[in-house]
């Protein structure tokens, strides 16, 4: 049984057309991710959330944004997609305690046209 | 964060032991060794956790040295099915929940 679940598996838009990418997890986690990670490269962190405490990289682009509107459910929202923002996009939680590991879901493949 | 060093790339055959070998020479006291593979188009998954000595479970075994500055990540009879990316991550999991992903390493198992 999937614990992290993104939806949808693939995502096409269009340049400068808003995105929104879905993560839910049934792990009760307290502590979400969401990554990009573009060919033959590292997952790259965007953000993260400690329960309801939003975490930014500084290097992550205005053009990100995420909600966590409950503990089950993350969103990564692109305001205006551009060309280089297309890559997958994982999500992962993690119990915020000793030695956990993280739990990644599927990704979500994002093409912008 | 204690920063990670591996090999790009390995290769090997179908039944051979692989090692890959990280090394992280700034490793703090309280800093936790975990692996993950990941396959094309999949996220990566959880291989083995480790803080010192070794550690095995039934897909791999971790060895850390007494300085802890490097760990070495060993595959038993490899298949074609472990062609992957293996991560090499050092992390305190009590403080800062940043988790950065190094450049892993790309293992391809030949037949």
């Known amino acids: 049984d999937a614990m992290v679940i993104q939806n949808p598996r693939y995502q096409v838009t269009q340049f400068g057309k808003p995105v929104t990418l879905s993560c839910s997890q049934t792990?009760?986690?307290?502590?979400m991710y969401w990554y990009q990670q573009k060919s033959s490269q590292a997952p790259k962190l965007l953000f993260h959330?400690?329960?309801?405490?939003?975490?930014n990289e500084a290097d992550t682009p205005d053009n990100f944004q995420s909600r966590r509107p409950n503990t089950s459910f993350c969103f990564l929202d692109i305001r205006s997609p551009g060309l280089g923002d297309a890559a997958m996009y994982l999500c992962?939680?993690?119990?915020?305690?000793?030695?956990?590991?993280?739990?990644f879901g599927s990704g979500t493949q994002l093409s912008v046209l | 964060l204690a920063k990670t060093t591996q090999p790009i790339s390995m290769d090997s055959y179908e039944g051979q032991e692989v090692n890959i070998t990280c090394s992280h020479n700034n490793i703090a006291t309280n800093d936790y060794i975990t692996w993950y593979q990941q396959f094309p188009s999949q996220g990566p998954r959880f291989i083995i956790q480790g803080y010192k000595t070794k550690v095995t479970n039934e897909v791999a075994s971790l060895f850390i040295p007494a300085d802890r500055k490097s760990s070495t990540l060993s595959l038993p009879r490899v298949s074609l099915s472990d062609t992957a990316v293996y991560y090499c991550l050092v992390d305190y999991p009590l403080g800062n929940d940043k988790i950065i992903f190094g450049k892993g390493t790309r293992l391809h198992i030949l037949p």
């Open positions: 792990l009760n986690h307290n502590v």
């Open positions: 992962a939680t993690r119990q915020g305690d000793a030695n956990e590991k993280l739990f």
């Open positions: 959330y400690y329960d309801k405490d939003f975490n």
